[in-house]
Nanobody, 120 residues
């Protein structure tokens, strides 16, 4: 199993940028596809981005496509979410998660989350 810890959240004005990091423990990190999710107060958690185990394939929600970039550095056991041209509607707690190898679409491990606030 892996343990995940997000960092890099904060307050930024609309149009600005932030880079979130997700540090993972364990020697099997490179075996997991990873995803980023977010949840705003009073709303359901929503998918943001996904990256394959090798980093060669990525997928994004339409709401962030063209603005956000997911990447990973397996040597550093870290996944990143580079967020650009941020909008107030991007305000949420952001979570990284590791996808199950036996049940596609199910995420077995989650971080504690990091707050991103975008002001107008």
């Amino acid at each position: 199993q892996v343990q995940l810890v997000e960092s890099g959240g904060g307050l930024v004005q609309a149009g600005g940028s932030l880079r979130l990091s997700c540090a993972a423990s364990g020697r099997t990190f490179s075996s997991y596809a990873m995803g980023w999710f977010r949840q705003a107060p009073g709303k359901e958690r929503e998918f943001v981005a996904h990256i394959s185990w090798s980093g060669g394939s990525t997928y994004y929600a339409n709401s962030v496509k063209g603005r956000f970039t997911i990447s990973r550095d397996n040597a550093k056991n870290t996944v990143y979410l580079q967020m650009k041209r941020l909008k107030p509607e991007d305000t949420a707690v952001y979570y990284c998660a590791a996808e199950s190898a036996t049940a596609p679409g199910r995420y077995d491990y989650w971080g504690q989350g990091t707050q991103v606030t975008v002001s107008s």
